[in-house]
């Protein structure tokens, strides 16, 4: 298993403006994935974050407003740019485990005003 | 994506068996079949998966019908942590996705006491 820590655990944050969210992983991992909980719904897909290459982004999410940083194979961070109050939402990131298993962070709230 | 089917919402008794349904008629070949649950205010957590064969293991157990049209997750004497959103996912090994995993809305489970 995988143990992973996120930083901020929570913020609230001024509409326009941007929070950066830290992922850290207790062991070398090659894929890295953000996800989006908006509130009472389910987990949506952000972005695949693999080292050494540029993120993949899902349908929906663009690099100029969720940039993501993967500098090492335990860390990466994930931008919310010019923030409105419909990015309020917990943002989680996972990593891949040794049999296909992912294993989630406990997720940032971010509450946009 | 291939897609699930799950009850929005089950109730359950305390130390009672717990037989939670996933409907994926639609399953391919390369599909393995993910179960997570998810408790309140955290992030989800793996639970477990399989290919064709039942599987066991220390949290719950998997049945897989014969078709592979449809799963079930068992567990075997339900206790008040256990109540949760429950997630089946199907995850493509061939890795033709990138590895992701898309959540569908999930069984909520209530266990009384």
């Known amino acids: 298993s995988a143990v992973i820590s996120q930083k901020p655990s929570r913020d609230i944050c001024q509409r326009g403006t941007s929070l950066t969210i830290q992922c850290q992983v207790d062991s070398q991992v090659t894929m890295m994935f953000w996800y989006r909980q908006q509130p009472g719904q389910s987990l949506t897909l952000i972005a695949t974050?693999?080292?050494?290459?540029?993120?993949?982004?899902e349908s929906g999410f663009v690099i100029d407003k969720f940039p993501i940083s993967r500098p090492n194979l335990t860390f990466s961070t994930l931008t919310v740019s010019n923030m409105s109050p419909e990015d309020s939402s917990i943002y989680l990131c996972s990593v891949e485990g040794g049999f296909g298993e992912q294993y989630f962070g406990p997720g940032t709230r971010l509450t946009v005003t | 994506d291939a897609k699930t089917t799950q009850p929005n919402s089950m109730e359950s008794n305390e130390e009672e068996p717990v037989h939670l349904p996933c409907n994926h008629s639609t399953i391919s070949g390369t599909d393995y079949i993910h179960w997570y649950r998810q408790l309140p205010s955290q992030g989800p957590e793996y639970v477990i998966h399989g290919l064709t064969s039942n599987v066991n293991n220390r949290m719950a157990s998997l049945a897989i019908a014969e078709d592979r049209k449809s799963s079930t997750l068992i567990l075997h004497r339900a206790t008040l942590r256990d109540a949760a959103v429950y997630y089946c996912?199907?995850?493509?090994?061939?890795?033709?996705?990138?590895?992701?995993?898309?959540f569908g809305q999930g069984t909520e489970l209530s266990v009384k006491p």
């Open positions: 996912i199907l995850r493509d090994i061939t890795y033709n996705q990138g590895g992701k995993l898309i």
């Open positions: 974050a693999n080292q050494g290459s540029e993120a993949t982004y």
